[in-house]
């Protein structure tokens, strides 16, 4: 049987892994899922999501952080609504357009919409991550009437 010597070395000379680990495995995961009641908003103004809040401290200023949100919202016809992740007190991302419904003869509809983004905090400290939203025309928009909405974030090597 052949004795195997990683880069021409004993294992005991062996004292850093190689500089060409891959990149992009998960780290570390963190994860919040909201239990509190129903929260209604109607200004036009970004306001927390109650509880809709996580936090995770990177291992590398060159990690990114993967952000997940599902967020259960009912609305009536034709009422639109916004969201954004907030680290700290920084808008990182908000949606480009209104998340609304049309569909006649329907006056309701309850739906889990799925947000992502992915954040590069350049830090080793810990970070708040955090979701907002908004109404779009001051109607009142209804979240977690049905089901919790949840944020998940995860560490990715970078």
Known sequence: ????????NTISAITALPAAIPTGKVLQVSNFVQTSSSQAFS??????LTSVTVNITPSSTSNKI????????????SEGYGM????????????????????????????????????????????????????????????????NSNIQVMEIAG
């Open 66 to 77: 993967l952000i997940l949100a599902n967020l259960q919202v009912k609305l009536n016809n």
């Open 84 to 147: 954004q992740f907030v680290r700290g007190s920084t808008s990182i991302y908000a949606t480009p357009q209104t998340y609304s419904i049309y569909a006649e003869g329907i006056n309701e509809i309850q739906n889990i919409n799925s947000f992502n983004f992915l954040d590069s905090p350049s830090s080793t400290s810990q970070q708040t991550y955090k979701v907002q939203v908004r109404s779009y025309d001051n109607t009142t928009i209804n979240f977690n009437t049905s089901y």
């Open 43 to 48: 200004s036009t103004s970004y306001a927390d």
């Open 1 to 8: 049987m052949a004795i195997i010597k990683p880069n021409n």
